[in-house]
C-alpha cells in the first residue's frame, strides 16, 4: 500500500497533522473527532506509559514534572529538559510528538504515514530548523521539506489568478499563535513563493493575553480572601483555563459571566470565583501586547520596503487573530481585505498538505469556502452626516470574508434615561458610511426603563443558507428579540425594487439552474426578434426570482413550464431562420 505524504504543523501549543484528498487539504481528526492535538507529552514514571495531547495536558495540574508543554520555544537549544529523573533534548520530545501525531492518523486513514512535511516559523534559524528534521528523523519519518510557516498560509490562500506566469501578489501573513507571534512580507510570482521579510517574538502570543486575565482573576480572589496566593500552583493551573475559555468567548460577545465553583479550597472552605468580564475591560488589559504586534507589522513592512498600499492580501493564522482587537488593529492599518476563512488553527497544516502534495505530484483544486460576501453592521450614532444631520455611521459586527456559519456581537449603549426604543437597522457594505451600503431589513426593539448609557448587546448569526438571525438584548433586564434576515430574499428583493424603478427587469447575478443558463444562452441570439427576446427575459427573470425566494412550488411549476414552452418555440424560430 502506497505511503502518504502529511503535511504537519508543529505548534508551541497544537498542533495539526492533514493530508491531501481529492486535491483539497483536510486536516484529520486524530483525537476524539478533533484535529487539533496539544503540544503537551505526559510520562507516567510508575508503568512507564507516555500521555500525549488533551490526556497530556489534563496530567500537568497533578504531575507537573513529569510533563512537558510549549518544547518548541527550546528546539535547536541545547538545553536538556529534566522530567523526573530523566533528561532529554527537545528534540527528543518534539520527536515522540511527531511519531504520535503519524501514528494516530495512520490509524484513521487504514494507511501507514511515514513521509512528511513539517512547518517551522520563518524566523527559525539554522539551528532550530535542522532540530526539527532531527526531531521527523528520530520519529522514523522521512521528513521531504521544512516550509515556512507564511508560506504554507499563502499555500491555501493564493488565487487562481496568481498561479499563470508574469502575475505577481504580495501578501502579509500575521500569525499570532498560542505561543509565538511572527508577521511576513511574501511575494507570490507564478510558482514562486518567496518570503520578503519577516519579524517576530518567540516570547508573545496567546498565552501572554491569558496570562493578563488570569492576573485579573487572582487579584480579585486575593483581595477577597486577604492572602497571597501566588504560590497555589493548582488554582494558577484553574485560573490560566478559565482565562483560556473567557477570551475565546469574548472574541464572539462583549460580556462574559464567569461562575466557578471551589476554585481553591482555603482554611477548609471552598472559595467560588463569580465575576463578570466585558470584552473593553479585556482589550484595556491587553491593549501594550496588540501593539507590540502592530509595531513588528510595520517592522517587517520596512524591512521588505513596502507600504501599506502595496499590500494585496492579509493573512490572518492562528487562533489568537479572532480577538476584535487584533482585527481592528490590522483594519486600520490596511485598506485590503483579511482573509480569515480558512479555521487559522488549521491554516498552516492545510498549506503544508498542498506542499506535500506538490512533492508526491497530487493534483491539486480550489479550496472552496462559504464566506460572508459582505460585512454586516448596524447604523450607530457616533458619527453623524453632515449634509444631512442624521446619524450615519455603519458599525460593523461581521465582516466581509469571514468563514460561515459565525456567530459574532458587540455591544451598543441607550442616548437617554428611561430611553423607551431603539431602532434597529441592519446592513451590508464596506463603506463607514450607511447610506453607501445596502439596507437589508430593519425592526423596532422596545426597552424597558433604564437609566442612561445602558448596554444594548446586539449578536448576528449568519448560516450557510443565507440567514442572518438578529437577536437584540437589554442587558441584566431579560428583554431580548430575535428576527431572521434573509439575505438572498432581501438582494433579490432590492434587484426587483431596482429593476422597477426603471421599468426593465432584471436576471440573478449567476443561473440558479440548468433552464435559466438555457434562457440566457437564447439571449444573445441575435437572430431572434427583439420583442420575442424581451419576452423571454420577463419569464426568466420572474422564473429565478420565484425560484430564489422559495416561492410556492406550485408557482415555480407553472412559470417553468411557461418557460420551457417558450425556448423551445424559440428555438424551433431560430432553427427555421438558418
Known amino acids: 500500500m502506497k505511503d502518504i505524504c502529511c503535511g504537519i504543523d508543529l505548534g508551541t501549543t497544537n498542533s495539526v497533522i492533514a493530508r491531501l484528498q481529492g486535491g483539497i487539504p483536510h486536516a484529520i481528526d486524530i483525537e476524539e473527532g478533533q484535529a487539533i492535538v496539544p503540544s503537551v507529552v505526559s510520562f507516567d514514571p510508575e508503568n512507564g506509559q507516555v500521555y500525549f495531547g488533551a490526556q497530556a495536558l489534563n496530567r500537568f495540574v497533578a504531575f507537573p514534572s513529569h510533563t512537558v508543554k510549549s518544547v518548541k520555544r527550546l528546539i535547536g537549544k541545547e538545553q536538556p529538559i529534566t522530567v523526573g529523573d530523566a533528561t532529554y533534548l527537545p528534540e527528543e520530545i518534539s520527536a515522540m510528538l511527531l511519531k504520535h501525531l503519524a501514528a494516530e492518523a495512520s490509524r484513521v486513514l487504514g494507511q501507514p504515514v511515514r513521509r512528511v512535511v513539517i512547518t517551522v516559523p520563518a524566523y527559525f534559524d539554522d539551528a532550530q530548523r535542522r532540530a526539527t528534521i532531527r526531531a521527523g528523523e528520530l520519529a522514523g519519518l522521512e521528513v521531504m521539506r521544512i516550509i515556512n510557516e507564511p508560506t504554507a498560509a499563502a499555500f491555501v490562500y493564493e488565487s487562481p489568478a496568481v498561479s499563470g506566469e508574469g502575475t505577481e501578489e504580495l501578501i502579509l501573513v500575521y500569525d499570532l499563535g498560542g505561543g509565538t507571534f511572527d508577521v511576513s512580507v511574501v511575494q507570490l510570482r507564478g510558482d514562486i513563493k518567496e518570503v520578503l521579510a519577516s519579524c517576530g517574538d518567540t516570547a508573545l502570543g496567546g498565552d501572554d493575553f491569558d496570562e493578563r486575565l488570569k492576573e485579573h482573576f487572582l487579584e480579585l480572589l486575593q483581595q477577597r480572601c486577604d492572602r497571597d496566593l501566588s504560590e497555589d500552583f493548582p488554582l494558577q493551573v484553574r ?127 480550489q479550496i472552496l469556502i462559504d464566506v460572508s460576501a459582505h460585512s454586516l453592521g448596524t447604523r450607530t450614532i457616533d458619527e453623524v452626516d453632515p449634509e444631512t444631520g442624521d446619524a450615519d455611521y455603519f458599525s460593523t459586527i461581521i465582516r466581509r470574508n469571514t468563514r460561515i456559519p459565525v456567530t459574532r456581537s458587540e455591544v451598543y449603549y441607550t442616548m437617554q434615561p428611561d430611553q423607551k426604543r431603539v431602532e434597529v437597522e441592519v446592513f451590508q457594505g464596506e463603506s463607514p458610511s450607511c447610506r453607501d451600503n445596502t439596507l437589508v431589513d430593519s425592526f423596532r426593539f422596545d426597552l424597558r426603563p433604564a437609566p442612561i448609557h445602558s448596554p444594548i448587546t446586539m449578536e448576528f448569526s449568519y448560516d450557510l443558507q443565507g440567514i442572518v438571525h438578529v437577536t437584540v438584548s437589554q442587558k441584566g433586564y431579560g428583554n431580548t428579540k430575535t428576527v431572521a434576515v434573509d439575505l438572498k430574499k432581501a438582494k433579490a428583493a432590492a434587484k426587483q425594487a431596482e429593476a422597477g424603478a426603471s421599468g426593465e427587469p432584471e436576471l440573478a447575478d449567476k443561473p440558479v439552474n440548468y433552464l435559466s443558463q438555457k434562457a440566457r444562452q437564447l439571449l444573445q441570439e441575435s437572430r431572434l426578434a427583439a420583442t420575442s427576446l424581451h419576452e423571454l427575459k420577463a419569464l426568466a427573470c420572474a422564473y429565478e426570482a420565484a425560484v430564489v425566494n422559495g416561492e410556492d412550488e406550485d408557482r415555480v411549476d407553472e412559470l417553468e413550464d411557461q418557460l420551457v414552452a417558450l425556448m423551445d418555440a424559440l428555438e424551433e424560430e431560430r432553427d427555421n431562420l438558418g
Open 239 to 365: 485560573l490560566k483555563d478559565i482565562a483560556e475559555r473567557t477570551k475565546i468567548a469574548l472574541s464572539v460577545q462583549p460580556f462574559v459571566a464567569i461562575n466557578e465553583v471551589a476554585v481553591t479550597v482555603i482554611d477548609g472552605e471552598p472559595v467560588n470565583l463569580a465575576v463578570e468580564v466585558g470584552r473593553g475591560e479585556f482589550e484595556e488589559m491587553t491593549e501594550d501586547l496588540v501593539e507590540q504586534t502592530r509595531r513588528k507589522v510595520m517592522e517587517a513592512m520596512d524591512e521588505a520596503k513596502v507600504v501599506a498600499e502595496d499590500i494585496d492580501r492579509i493573512v490572518l493564522v492562528g487562533g489568537s487573530t479572532r480577538l476584535p482587537a487584533v482585527q481592528d488593529m490590522l483594519a486600520e492599518l490596511f485598506e485590503q481585505p483579511m482573509e480569515h476563512s480558512v479555521d487559522p488553527d488549521l491554516c498552516v497544516a492545510l498549506g503544508a498538505a498542498v506542499q506535500a502534495g506538490i512533492i508526491t505530484g497530487e493534483p491539486l483544486r
